[in-house]
Antibody, heavy 121, light 108 residues
Framework: EVQMLESGGGLVQPGGSLRLSCAAS????????MNWVRQAPGKGLEWVSA????????YYADSVKGRFTIYRDTSKNTLYLQMNNLRADDTAVYFC??????????????WGQGTLVTVSS | EIVLTQSPGTLSLSPGERATLSCRAS???????LAWYQQKPGQAPRLLIY???SRATGIPDRFSGSGSGTDFTLTISRLEPEDFAVYYC?????????FGGGTKVEIK
């Protein structure tokens, strides 16, 4: 069974940093691209970032480019999102999502349950 | 960036009725690379449809997708109680992925 478990969310002050993790199991982790998708309270879904199966290619939404970094550790079957210079509008539940392909982001066939990030002073 | 506009924002229907949800793109979605997801409160989204019209594994055949280019539709032929939820479209024709704003299907 495919499972993804996010962690690392919490309360952080504006301008601060946070690192999210997503521990994956039940599939061959180094075969699939992985994504982060977020959802602000009461709002819709927003794709944040993707990384190819090899880790050699990364993709970012304009809203986070230059502030967030996605990476993966195949030895630990874990996906990460390093978030720097956080702003109030980054407040959201962050979902880890498994892609159906390996190279460029497509669509997502499995999702974690999400971790809440709150940016507030 | 391809902007996806979903309509209506809210659809009020009764169980057994037909639901028709629209997703319009600001420019043509290459290869009709469009997916639909269902999300219930407090849960992660679930993939329903990919490539505009292909049902994902385990999705009942009352869910169907259609469309091409800039206009796409998700149809639920007969609403079951568990179908009342929010539905999102997502395009993957460009590597900068985007979602629509969602359509809430609520019980009338």
């Amino acid at each position: 069974e495919v499972q993804m478990l996010e962690s690392g969310g919490g309360l952080v002050q504006p301008g601060g940093s946070l690192r999210l993790s997503c521990a994956a199991s039940g599939f061959t982790f180094n075969t699939y691209a992985m994504n982060w998708v977020r959802q602000a309270p009461g709002k819709g879904l927003e794709w944040v970032s993707a990384i190819s199966a090899s880790g050699g290619s990364t993709y970012y939404a304009d809203s986070v480019k230059g502030r967030f970094t996605i990476y993966r550790d195949t030895s630990k079957n874990t996906l990460y999102l390093q978030m720097n210079n956080l702003r109030a509008d980054d407040t959201a539940v962050y979902f880890c999502a498994k892609d159906v392909r390996g190279v460029i982001p497509y669509y997502f066939d499995s999702w974690g349950q999400g971790t809440l990030v709150t940016v507030s002073s | 960036e391809i902007v996806l506009t979903q309509s209506p924002g809210t659809l009020s229907l009764s169980p057994g009725e037909r639901a028709t949800l629209s997703c319009r793109a600001s420019q043509s979605v290459s290869n009709n690379y469009l997916a639909w997801y269902q999300q219930k409160p407090g849960q992660a989204p679930r993939l329903l449809i990919y490539d505009a019209s292909s049902r994902a594994t385990g999705i009942p055949d009352r869910f169907s997708g259609s469309g091409s280019g800039t206009d796409f539709t998700l149809t639920i032929s007969r609403l079951e109680p568990e179908d009342f939820a929010v539905y999102y479209c997502q395009q993957y024709g460009r590597s900068l992925l985007t979602f629509g704003g969602g359509t809430k299907v609520e019980i009338k």
